[in-house]
């Protein structure tokens, strides 16, 4: 004998909780082979009326069968818009993430946003606008949907919604600019949702908050500095952002220099981390060295003066900085692991290794060595490559990762390496497989070594006495441990 379906979901009308439990994963395994199509036709109401059960469980499994449409099935059902967007008043996350997943996958199509929009949806999020946390995921939702085309864009921006969006940036209620600035860095990933933002002027308001409130201890406006700060510092990562035509428009690196001469050290650090993020791009390292500001300068002469809090914000925006020589790029002519390795080394790095990590010069690659050796001499020498190598080898010590990371980017340069020579502290510290005893900081020593061996084949500063021992312990893996460290270590227990 056999039960219908229709007899199961039936029993999703009992009060037994442990019940609709079991029937909602047995449901979920019949109903996986079922298209959108199928259900539609012969369950529209038992999914009508799944998405108002009052367990979650029952809305995700309504959900689930939802998520199958296809636009190529025909027209989306418009019974089903009201009650999924009502889904975005649940406490459930599964159910809210669920609920904007079938919906930014329906409104794919022109014909299926415009009905998301019919008029009794519009009734439907009335409502929801009015609380605070919601409104904000109705608003991230729909920019979930612009950014699936210009034309969405168009059409969440003729119904208004994105215009909504936008004027939270002038709220009286910083909370709710603060929670704007999440959607905003979403929106910004298209080429239209940025230009967009500008055409509504969203940035300005933000740009008048944290150039003003530098000193402020309220602790709304520094979470709204600190987070504004970081998603500016974001939009070097966007190809489509003219970076330098952003900053001179909005005098960014202007307010940053003032956010570097705040007492506030929370502020304080966003700004160096802002500063490093913007740096780490090649075009931004370079648009931040030309600047009149001489934000490199105040960079190294912060950290010279940093107390211990401020030194790892200092820390991680040098590596960032240091890392800008690390962009790759396809050379013109082919490189083969015979030209750069030797035969022995050669067979601890195949070449299609070699190809993934070995940094190509490019155009800007003399210029970013020449402005990071510049930016290090700048750096006062106790607190440099010595200090570094100190904090490297504590495992322990909050700034270990950060120095390891550093050095690293730093054995990119051809004066970085020279740098390291000639410090008798990092020679040490880099020939003493014992140095490190974390898992973590074992990884990152043998990353350093390896990075160390492939570039000063292509520039060389060692000598192959160096390059022998490099070859060797990258040969021997990041936890080898010589014989005699290891019986030191069994005689000291």
């Known amino acids: 004998m056999s039960i219908p379906l229709t007899g199961f979901f039936a029993l999703l009308s009992s009060p037994s909780n442990p019940l609709i439990e079991g029937v909602t994963k047995i449901l979920h ?117 612009s950014l ?48 967009y933002m500008q055409s509504k002027f969203v940035f300005s308001p933000y740009l008048d908050l944290m150039s003003k409130e530098t000193e402020s201890s309220d602790i709304q406006i520094t979470l709204v500095s600190c987070s504004t700060i970081e998603f500016f510092a974001k939009f070097i990562d966007y190809q489509h952002v003219d970076f330098a035509e952003f900053q001179a428009e909005t005098l960014l690196f202007d307010v940053m220099g003032k956010l570097l001469n705040s007492d506030n050290s929370d502020i304080k650090s966003s700004a160096v981390m802002a500063l490093g993020h913007i740096g780490s791009q090649p ?11 001489h934000l490199l300068d105040r960079l190294a002469e912060e950290y010279n003066d940093a107390w211990q809090k401020y030194t790892l ?16 790029a ?97 020679m040490a510290y880099l020939f003493n497989r014992s140095a490190n005893r974390a898992h973590d900081r074992k990884v990152q020593k043998h990353q350093l070594v390896e990075r160390l061996y492939m570039m000063d084949h292509a520039h060389p500063v060692f000598d192959e006495n160096v390059h022998q021992v490099l070859a060797r312990y990258i040969k021997d893996g990041a936890f080898y441990i010589p014989a005699e460290a290891a019986v030191a270590s069994q005689s000291s227990q």
């Open 283 to 293: 075009r931004g390292l370079s648009l931040v060295a030309q600047h009149p500001s």
């Open 330 to 426: 396809r050379s013109s002519r082919q490189i083969t692991g015979s030209q750069i390795l030797t035969n022995w080394s050669s067979e601890i790095f195949p070449e299609h290794f070699l190809v993934a990590i070995f940094p190509i010069r490019n155009d800007n690659s003399l210029e970013i060595a020449q402005i990071t050796e510049q930016f290090y001499s700048r750096i006062d020498k106790s607190r440099a490559l010595g200090e570094w190598v100190k904090y490297a080898k504590q495992d322990t010590a909050d700034a270990s990762p950060f120095c390891l990371r550093l050095l690293t980017a730093m054995a990119g340069y051809t004066w970085g390496r020279k740098e390291m020579l000639a410090n008798h502290l990092f």
């Open 29 to 145: 395994y019949l109903l996986r082979p079922e298209s959108y199509h199928a259900l539609d036709k012969d369950f529209s109401d038992y999914l009508t009326e799944g998405l108002q059960h009052p367990n979650p469980s029952v809305q995700l499994l309504a959900l689930e069968q939802l998520r199958k449409y296809k636009s190529s099935e025909g027209p989306f059902g418009g019974k089903y818009i009201p009650w999924i967007l009502l889904l975005l008043s649940s406490q459930n996350v599964d159910v809210v993430r669920a609920s904007e997943d079938v919906l930014v996958n329906v409104a794919q199509t022109p014909d299926n946003l415009h009905l998301v929009f019919a008029t009794e949806n519009q009734e439907a999020m009335a409502p929801m606008m009015k609380d605070s946390t919601i409104r904000f995921r109705v608003y991230d939702l729909f920019v979930g949907i």
């Open 313 to 328: 914000a200092c820390l991680q925006a040098i590596a960032l900085i240091f890392e800008a020589g690390r962009v790759l």
């Open 148 to 195: 699936a085309s210009p034309e969405a864009l168009e059409i969440c921006s003729h119904y208004g919604i994105l215009g909504e969006l936008c004027a939270e940036a002038q709220s009286p209620d910083l909370l709710r600019r603060l929670s704007a600035l999440d959607i905003y860095q979403k929106l910004a990933h298209s080429p239209e949702g940025f230009a």
